[in-house]
């Protein structure tokens, strides 16, 4: 019981207690790019972070990025911002996207890449349910 607390708080003090797997204290390097304008890749480091064409995955080391936390439904699922939406393409890139981001197919990857996989498919899983039906996107438009 205790040990857990410890760990807990030595991550959240940024000390990683030692034999646990893919964690790994922040260098300088890191703090400094996390603070820079330009959107970096966690991997590789090298410029095309989030803000990239598609979005998930770097140019460079193909390691998939951290989800955009300011793309909206619309944009995510390729569509108009307007009330109506069609169906089947909406069903379409929902398939498209999940083909790219679904868990099953990052088992082989690093933590970070798990993680961030299961963060864009529930992002992509929330899109799709609340662009579908008529009311939940209704209320969304009407809260953008």
């Not at 995510?76 to 099953?104: A, E, G, I, N």
């Not at 939940?136 to 953008?144: A, D, F, I, P, T």
Request: glycine share 6%; with cysteine; proline share 8%.
């Amino acid at each position: 019981m205790w040990r857990r607390r410890v760990g807990a708080l030595l991550r959240v003090w940024g000390f990683w207690p030692t034999g646990v797997p893919e964690r790994r204290p922040l260098s300088c390097n890191a703090a400094s790019q996390a603070g820079s304008n330009s959107p970096r890749c966690w991997n590789c480091g090298s410029p095309g972070g989030p803000g990239r064409e598609n979005g998930f995955f770097c140019p460079q080391c193909r390691a998939l990025q951290a989800p955009d936390p300011t793309r909206d439904y619309f944009s995510l699922m390729d569509c108009d911002c307007s009330f109506r939406v069609d169906t089947v393409k909406l069903q379409r890139r929902y398939q498209q996207l999940q083909r790219l981001v679904h868990p099953d197919f990052f088992s082989q990857r690093s933590q970070t890449e798990k993680d961030f996989s299961e963060k864009h498919s529930t992002l992509v899983n929330d899109a799709y349910k609340t662009l579908l039906a008529p009311l939940s996107r209704g209320l969304y438009l009407v809260s953008k």
